[in-house]
């Protein structure tokens, strides 16, 4: 289940209701998918070939269709991240970046865990969303954010998409953005 930790005063809001109603006051979207549908052999498995990607799609298919027809995505994919993963500090780098797009940034965190830093629309400033299985996010576009790994450094997450070529991240340098 999600947690959420103010930044600035590192308060800690726990829970499905306290987290989705934090949530849902900065307009960011969490729901929650069913993280034991997913094939026992792929729960903790962050190598994965296309086959195995395409397994993932299928079984949380439902809640897929059902979040692109009430958001407007067009495609989606799966993504695994870990130690194993090539350039991996090179990504993380990259992602470590505050950034915003010009849609949506969705998650659906089927295997470990991630953290999204979002910054707020009003007073709180920056706020962690630390993602475990079954957490699924959508940051709003041209909101001030980044992705990155937990200590684990392990996540398989599906993504969805509006524009056919993904999304595009525009770097932003926020002086209000202290690395924690």
């Known amino acids: 289940m ?8 590192n308060e800690r809001i726990e829970g499905e209701e306290q987290v989705k109603a934090f949530l849902d006051s900065q307009n960011v979207v969490y729901e929650h998918w069913d993280p034991t549908k ?5 729960r903790e498995k962050f190598i994965l070939n296309d086959e195995e990607k395409a397994q993932i799609i299928s079984t949380y298919e439902d809640e897929i269709k059902d979040l692109a027809a009430r958001r407007g995505y ?11 993963t090539p350039n991996i500090e ?3 780098k990259k ?7 010009t849609e949506d940034e969705i998650r659906g965190i089927v295997s470990g865990k991630g953290i999204f830093i979002i910054k707020s629309e009003g007073e709180v400033g920056y706020f962690d969303v630390e ?3 079954g ?8 909101t001030n954010h980044f992705f990155t790994l937990m ?28 690395k924690a």
């Open 151 to 178: 200590d684990n450094r392990e996540i398989v997450a599906v993504r969805l998409f509006i524009e056919k070529d993904g999304w595009v991240a525009y770097n932003i340098d926020d002086p209000e953005f202290i």
């Open 74 to 84: 067009e495609i989606w994919d799966v993504i695994a991240l870990s130690d194993a």
């Open 2 to 9: 999600a947690q959420i930790r103010i930044r600035s005063t």
């Open 95 to 101: 992602f470590e970046q505050v950034h915003t797009h």
């Open 135 to 142: 957490d699924v996010i959508s940051v709003p576009e041209n």
């Open 38 to 42: 997913l094939p026992e052999a792929l």
């Open 131 to 133: 993602l475990e299985p």
């Open 90 to 92: 090179e990504l993380l």
